[in-house]
């Protein structure tokens, strides 16, 4: 992770301002049904539902329930950018509502950061 990356997380957990979408949840279940040759995620011995719990539990994040808002503005999301992820779409959306922040590394999502629009915090 970047530098940038680690000074968010913890500037965020102390302020009690970390947040997640379940949607990484289900975004790490699909990535961790990857065979090995694509990379999957290492979850050491656990399933991807106790590596997440565990980890919103280290960090003390909060989980951001989807609601209405966030739905319809996924469909925003794809009609904007012409981005077809449901996954991406969802987060993207998620942080437009909620005003904060996506961490990624994901070079479509970087690329759609622009000032109004979506913030991204490179890790």
């Not at 965020?12 to 699909?30: M, Y």
């Not at 656990?46 to 209405?68: D, G, L, M, V």
Request: glycine share 6%; hydrophobic share 45%; net charge positive.
């Amino acid at each position: 992770m970047s530098n940038d990356a680690l000074v968010t997380i913890g500037d965020n957990q102390g302020a009690g301002t970390l947040f997640v979408s379940p949607i990484t949840a289900w975004e790490l279940a699909i990535a961790a049904r990857k065979p090995a040759h694509k990379a999957p995620p290492d979850l050491g011995a656990n399933t991807p539902a106790r590596w997440f719990s565990a980890a919103i539990e280290a960090t003390a994040a909060k989980i951001i329930p989807i609601k209405q808002r966030i739905a319809t503005e996924t469909a925003a999301v794809v009609t904007v950018t012409g981005h077809k992820d449901p996954g991406d779409c969802y987060l993207i959306a998620t942080a437009r509502v909620r005003k904060i922040p996506i961490m990624t590394r994901d070079h479509v999502m970087r690329g759609l950061a622009v000032p109004q629009y979506l913030q991204i915090v490179d890790c």
